[in-house]
């Protein structure tokens, strides 16, 4: 069983140019996660989603960032008009059922460097 | 709003020995699971253990155990016989069970070495 997949592994982007980050999560895996990592931090929550909803969206900011989980094919994370403030490690997790009992697997992770 | 707390920014210890990392959280809800995970050097998180709050057993996992310690809202790791393979960034996090989005909350992270 394969785990938790992303990709690109890196991804470099210039200021004001789109990012678009995949995650495939782990197989029978129906919520994923999305987390960034800035430098020398600890991971923050972004968003969870299950299959074509989002449910909570509190750690995203604002503006250009958005995320769906689409009824087929991957996860993705889209960052618009990116700026250097983006440049982090967007990792990605899977559980199969309910968040409240069930571990979160992580992907390896996505570098995002912005020029 | 759940904080977590990691107080030990960079811990060494030699290879064979043990090792203690600390975790502190902030919490009013009774009921959560805790967390450790390792990020080595590939970057990849790996869980290492997992503690549910209603259990009073501390959780172990071959070389690695916990002290919960709920009162105090305290969840140490403890590396036995520690390996050069054991080198890496260590996490401690909190999920609230009765949070819908199943959150993750992570400290800032523990850079353990373990030298030969």
């Known amino acids: 069983n394969a785990g938790v997949m992303q990709n690109p592994r890196h991804l470099v982007r210039r200021r004001g140019q789109e990012a678009r980050l995949r995650c495939s999560p782990m197989?029978?895996?129906?919520?994923v996660y999305w987390y960034r990592q800035l430098p020398e931090e600890g991971l923050k929550f972004m968003v969870y989603?299950?299959?074509?909803?989002?449910?909570?969206e509190s750690g995203m900011p604002k503006e250009r960032f958005s995320a769906e989980f689409p009824k087929e094919g991957p996860s993705i994370l889209r960052i618009q008009q990116v700026v250097r403030g983006d440049s982090a490690a967007y990792f990605c997790?899977?559980?199969?059922?309910?968040?409240?009992?069930?571990?979160?697997?992580f992907g390896p992770g996505t570098r995002l460097t912005v020029l | 709003a759940q904080t977590v707390t990691q107080s030990q920014p960079e811990m060494s210890v030699q290879e064979a020995e043990t090792v203690t990392l600390s975790c502190t959280y902030d919490?009013?809800?009774?009921?959560?699971?805790l967390f450790w995970y390792k990020q080595p050097p590939s970057r990849q998180m790996i869980l290492v253990i997992r503690?549910?709050?209603?259990?009073?057993q501390n959780a172990t996992e071959n070389r690695f155990s916990v002290n919960f310690q709920k009162a105090a809202k305290s969840f140490s790791l403890k590396i036995s016989d520690s390996q050069l393979g054991d080198t890496a960034m260590y996490f401690c996090a909190f999920m609230n069970v009765y949070n819908q989005g199943g959150k993750l909350i992570f400290g800032q992270g523990t850079e353990l070495s373990v030298k030969p």
């Open positions: 997790a899977s559980s199969p059922t309910s968040p409240r009992t069930d571990t979160q697997y």
């Open positions: 197989k029978g895996h129906s919520h």
């Open positions: 989603l299950q299959k074509e909803n989002i449910i909570d």
């Open positions: 919490t009013s809800e009774s009921n959560y699971y």
């Open positions: 503690q549910e709050a209603y259990k009073q």
